[in-house]
């Protein structure tokens, strides 16, 4: 089946700093990406889709200008969480559809960000 | 409005006995549905899904689900289950607006907890 990659898998870094994330499909093309975050023991909680070559579309109530996303490619989504804060501390999670078929997601392993 | 609902935040069970993990939908649409498993600090796996045909769908590791339209639901069960099982699951609906990109809305998930 699919595979689709994050890195880092987990990540500790200073408030005030900025953290990139990437999620890569490795085995197909994705024009577009899905990014959530999930809090402990907590639902996954849809933050934007990401767009090949366009802007990403944020849902209601997500920073656009804290969680920077950027489709840089075919293969590569990257959300970066910018002047990072102890509440941004998070599970964060992208997936890939194949084919365009969104009822076809392949989820990554997930990036775990804690600030400290 | 549209939503999915997982009434059983933790279910508890011994090794070796049936479970079932409950979910209903709401929706004005057509829906696709969908059963993903989380183990502890990775992202999501896909379980099973049901997008049209028969309503009993099921897994390689013996989990089916059952999609009731009458009812809005689409419970997963499983006849008998292994420690190994244990892990976080979660129900999904993608809304099928026919052709438009459509988000997974997921519910809060269930933690099944299997005992020996």
């Known amino acids: 089946g699919a595979v689709v990659s994050q890195h880092p898998s987990w990540v500790i870094c200073k408030s005030g700093t900025s953290v990139k994330i990437e999620c890569r499909s490795l085995d197909f093309q994705a024009t577009t990406m899905f990014w959530y975050r999930q809090f402990p023991k907590q639902s996954l909680m849809l933050m934007a889709t990401s767009n090949e070559g366009s802007k990403a579309t944020y849902e209601q109530g997500v920073e656009k200008d804290k969680f920077l996303i950027n489709h840089a490619s075919l293969t590569l989504s990257t959300l970066t969480v910018t002047s990072a804060h102890p509440e941004d501390s998070s599970f964060y999670i992208c997936?890939?559809?194949?084919?365009?078929?969104?009822?076809?997601?392949?989820f990554g392993p997930g990036t775990r960000l804690t600030v400290t | 409005a549209q939503s999915v609902t997982q009434l059983d935040s933790q279910v508890p069970v011994f090794e070796e006995a049936p479970v079932e993990l409950r979910c209903n939908y709401s929706?004005?649409?057509?829906?696709?549905l969908f059963w993903y498993v989380q183990y502890p600090n990775q992202g999501l796996q896909l379980l099973l899904k049901?997008?049209?045909?028969?309503?009993l769908v099921e897994s390689i590791n013996g989990f089916e689900a059952e999609f009731n339209k009458s009812q809005t639901s689409f419970h997963l069960r499983k006849p008998s289950v292994h420690i190994s099982d244990t892990a976080e699951y979660f129900c999904a609906v993608i809304l099928n607006y026919g052709g438009a990109t459509n988000k997974l809305i997921f519910g809060t998930g269930t933690l099944l907890a299997v005992q020996p």
């Open positions: 049901y997008l049209s045909g028969s309503t």
């Open positions: 997936s890939a559809p194949e084919g365009g078929r969104t009822y076809e997601q392949y």
């Open positions: 929706s004005s649409v057509s829906v696709y």
